[in-house]
């Protein structure tokens, strides 16, 4: 069982980058990483997935050491509307793991 | 095209009913996940279904909890003589295959007087 830590919490402001690092020291081979975003009252929403390295996307990057042990996820000039619980999951379908999730807070 | 389902979206029931959530998948996805989240928690993963076979049902919390799902579509997650800690919203989402992007219903609100 790949057990992830994240930060409970996390605040930031209008444009600034946003990194959020999840630790999952115990990652198996066949793990992949994961993170969702979720708005209240909302089921989680995928933002990325990677392996090993950097994945980007349209709203995301996704930094993984060579280790794997640990993952960041980085949001780039952040706004109000990105203020939601972010979950790192890592696994596959035999033990899926959402955790308590960090919840970013974007002032103005 | 659509997306995941669920119903009933709300459901209030007294302690020690039975109760019996759906869930319809999106169209083709082979695999299919419950989750609950209590309030102002993280997901707790409960069963997945490959198919309509569950490789694990460790996640369940207790035996009054059970899932079944036919013809690779529809999932019901059934919880027996509930009790008020069975209060929570119950997700579900599916996936084209594993360890791909998981797609979530709108989840079912339970509240367990």
């Known amino acids: 069982l790949a057990k992830t830590t994240q930060p409970i919490s996390m605040d930031s402001y209008e444009g600034q980058e946003v990194n959020i690092t999840c630790s999952h020291n115990?990652?198996?081979?066949?793990?992949?990483i994961t993170w969702y975003q979720q708005f209240p009252s909302q089921g989680p929403r995928f933002i990325i997935q990677?392996?090993?390295t950097k994945v980007t996307n349209e709203v995301a990057s996704l930094f993984i050491p060579a280790d794997r042990k640990s993952s960041t996820l980085s949001l780039p000039r952040v706004s109000l509307s990105d203020t939601a619980v972010y979950y790192c999951l890592v696994g596959d379908t035999d033990d899926m793991r959402f955790g308590a999730g960090t919840r970013l807070t974007v002032k103005p | 095209g659509a997306g995941v389902s669920q119903s009933p979206s709300n459901k209030v029931t007294e302690k020690g009913k039975d109760v019996e959530l759906r869930c319809d998948p999106i169209?083709?996805?082979?695999?299919l996940y419950w989750y609950r989240q209590s309030l102002g928690q993280g997901l707790e993963f409960l069963i997945y279904f490959q198919g309509n076979s569950a490789p694990d049902k460790s996640g369940l919390p207790s035996d009054r909890f059970s899932a079944e799902r036919t013809g690779g579509s529809v999932s019901t997650l059934t919880i027996q003589r509930t009790q008020q800690e069975d209060s929570a919203v119950y997700l579900c989402?599916?996936?084209?295959?594993?360890?791909?992007?998981?797609?979530f219903g709108p989840g079912t609100r339970l509240t367990v007087l």
């Open positions: 115990n990652i198996a081979t066949n793990d992949y």
């Open positions: 989402a599916s996936s084209l295959l594993n360890y791909n992007e998981q797609f």
């Open positions: 990677g392996y090993k």
């Open positions: 169209s083709g996805h082979t695999a």
